[in-house]
């Protein structure tokens, strides 16, 4: 039981695995690099799924930390109740733009179902 009596939700969590880039998702990039990293998408339930692209094979340790980190801090530990929408608004913040980490926010693509 949480404070004053009341249950408290399980939180959000992220795996890895794959994505559909047709649906709505996330794309991070790394340092001044252009080419996506990661992409997360939405999974079920309070779930988010993150696929690490071909870029990621080539990153240290340390940058896939870093990485690491920034998915579990916005995703899962900032505790806001709309993490998606959270995500979304960071993108637009001098935060993301100053980060290592830089997200990316990619619509849903016309004529998709998902």
Same mark, same amino acid.
């Given at each position: 039981?949480?404070?004053?009596?009341?249950?408290?939700?399980?939180?959000?969590?992220?795996?890895?695995?794959?994505?559909?880039?047709?649906?709505?998702?996330?794309?991070?990039?790394?340092?001044? =690099?252009?080419? &996506?990293? *990661?992409?997360?998408?939405?999974?079920? /339930?309070?779930?988010?799924? $993150?696929?690490?692209?071909?870029? +990621?094979?080539?990153?240290?340790?340390?940058?896939?930390?870093?990485?690491?980190?920034?998915?579990?801090?916005?995703?899962?530990?900032?505790? =806001?109740?709309? &993490?998606? *929408?959270?995500?979304?608004?960071?993108? /637009?913040?001098?935060?993301? $733009?100053?980060?290592?980490?830089? +997200?990316?926010?990619?619509?849903?693509?016309?004529?998709?179902?998902?």
């Amino acid at each position: 039981m949480g404070a004053r009596g009341r249950q408290r939700k399980p939180g959000f969590r992220w795996v890895e695995g794959p994505i559909d880039k047709g649906a709505e998702h996330f794309v991070m990039t790394y340092r001044a =690099e252009s080419e &996506p990293v *990661a992409s997360i998408g939405k999974g079920q /339930r309070r779930t988010f799924v $993150v696929q690490f692209e071909s870029r +990621w094979r080539e990153l240290d340790d340390d940058s896939m930390n870093d990485i690491k980190a920034e998915l579990d801090f916005y995703l899962v530990e900032l505790g =806001e109740p709309d &993490p998606w *929408a959270y995500a979304i608004y960071h993108c /637009r913040t001098a935060a993301n $733009v100053y980060s290592r980490v830089h +997200w990316g926010y990619v619509p849903r693509r016309k004529g998709t179902l998902s």
